[in-house]
């Protein structure tokens, strides 16, 4: 970041006052996501938004060790609490926010202060590995899928399911009808691409789902969404969890990744030679993912709870295959309706949970599908059952593997995996490492119950 990127962005800032006071905005919050997974939050008044955008606002570089309930996983060798980073808002995703009257919103990315990008910013490492396959010619679209639990009111640490009613069930969503059109209507509002919005199956469970966007914009409306659903929430009494098992029985909160992969703007998951309509890059990408898939649950079931909800048919992909519209293979294909092929086509890893850190969890995919990319890898044969309905034999036979079952299991993959330690670099996966052994230690000889209550409300 040099003089003139600053002073442009400066501009760009003073052009957009004018119209954001107009529309009541007084404030504006800038947000990156750590390492845990938590949103972290500065905000200047509208005023300093020329400021904000040239330089940033400082922010302590011991976030990249901060741990779910604040506690900092610092080096031991003292440096934790020295230094500081700029953050510095994307205009291009400054929005004003509906459920937040007087508030406007943009992503950060993390820079040093010598305008240097920040190597531990997951924001700019996903932009790059996002250039880096621009470079070979290949686009990703990409979209988090966001489900959430709502319990009554905002004071109880206690989950109280804040809508009954069958799962899907029309009875769910008559329950929470304004509230749903609000959520709507302020994502709506504020440019979101709102595909489907349903009751889903755990208790007092919703969920949306939103249209595919770059990587970035991926993981940015990720944080807008969740934030604006919280938001809706805080102004009907009800609290509101993306934490993975809430309850301890039943099927808990995923937070499914959707990917598709373009050249020359054709879909590379549809109309190819390969199995299923895929192109060979389209399978290539598709077999990095599923063979790095250990690792990737490091950055997608990023803390111990996340482990459990990664159940058998529990509809949380626990198991490393493929298959079409499988639900209970890791990555399901979803390959749309006879003609909609070309547009709808795309890969949907299905383990992932809403702790993850949308830009690392991106990054790690990008990684993985790249390495598949260069090695030319293949896939399996498809799996079209339940792969909890086989016995050892036959799981053995078709090369099933059950994912990791314990945060210690996928730490200790992504560790060791090469390709995802090249792309994140060693501060990163040093950071990344040490907020996890962390909340191993932290959760060491916890219960189920006492797990779920810990992190019920953190995210
Ligand atoms: N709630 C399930 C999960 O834990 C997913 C249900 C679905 O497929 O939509 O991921
Ligand atoms: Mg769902």
């Not at 501009?11 to 949103?39: K, P, R």
């Not at 789902?209 to 409306?221: K, N």
């Not at 990664?310 to 639900?327: F, I, Q, T």
């Not at 990344?432 to 060491?444: H, N, Q, T």
């Amino acid at each position: 970041m040099d003089t003139s990127d600053r002073e442009s962005r400066r501009e760009h800032a003073d052009q957009l006052l004018e119209s954001l006071a107009d529309q009541g905005v007084v404030a504006v919050a800038t947000t990156f996501v750590d390492n845990s997974g938590i949103t972290r939050v500065k905000s200047v008044p509208l005023d300093r938004l020329p400021h904000l955008a040239a330089w940033g606002v400082g922010t302590s570089t011991s976030f990249d060790r901060f741990r779910l309930d604040d506690w900092i996983a610092g080096p031991t060798d003292g440096s934790g609490p020295v230094g500081d980073l700029r953050m510095i808002p994307d205009l291009r995703r400054l929005v004003p926010l509906a459920a937040q009257p007087g508030w406007a919103w943009a992503p950060a990315d993390r820079y040093e202060q010598s305008g240097e990008p920040h190597p531990q910013c997951g924001r700019l490492l996903l932009d790059r590995l996002t250039e880096a396959l621009a470079g070979q010619g290949i686009s990703i679209q990409a979209a988090y899928e966001i489900e959430w639990v709502i319990s009554d009111g905002l004071d109880d640490d206690a989950f109280t399911p804040g809508v009954r009613g069958p799962g899907y069930g029309m009875t769910r969503l008559i329950g929470v009808s304004d509230y749903s059109r609000d959520v709507i209507s302020a994502l709506v509002t504020q440019g979101v691409s709102v595909e489907q919005f349903h009751p889903e199956y755990a208790a007092g469970q919703l969920e949306v789902s939103v249209g595919a966007e770059s990587p970035v914009d991926a993981a940015d409306t990720s944080v807008l969404v969740r934030s604006t659903i919280r938001a809706v929430g805080e102004a009907y009494g009800l609290r509101t969890t993306y934490s993975p098992k809430v309850a301890v029985p039943g099927v808990g909160n995923g937070g499914h990744v959707h990917l598709s992969l373009w050249r020359d703007g054709q879909n590379l998951m549809a109309g190819g030679d390969g199995r299923l309509g895929l192109s060979a890059e389209g399978e290539a990408f598709s077999a990095g993912l599923l063979g790095h898939l250990p690792a990737l649950l490091a950055l997608g079931a990023p803390s111990p709870v996340s482990y459990l909800r990664l159940l058998p048919s529990h509809w949380a992909g626990v198991y490393a295959c493929w298959g079409l519209e499988n639900r209970e293979a890791a990555l399901r294909m979803v390959t749309g309706s006879t003609g909609s092929q070309p547009l709808a086509a795309n890969v949907e890893v299905k383990c992932f949970d809403l702790l993850a850190n949308p830009y690392l969890l991106l990054a790690g995919l990008l990684a993985a599908g790249s390495a598949g990319l260069t090695e030319h890898a293949t896939l399996p044969d498809p799996v079209d059952v339940d792969p909890a309905a086989l016995d050892e034999a036959s799981l053995e036979k078709r090369g099933i593997h059950r994912l990791p079952v314990t945060l210690r299991e996928s730490l200790d993959a992504f560790a060791a995996d090469a390709a995802l330690s090249t792309a994140f670099g060693t501060d990163l996966v040093d950071s990344i490492v040490a907020v996890r052994e962390s909340e191993l230690e932290l959760f060491d000889g916890a219960t189920d119950e006492e797990l779920a209550t810990a992190t019920r409300w953190l995210h």
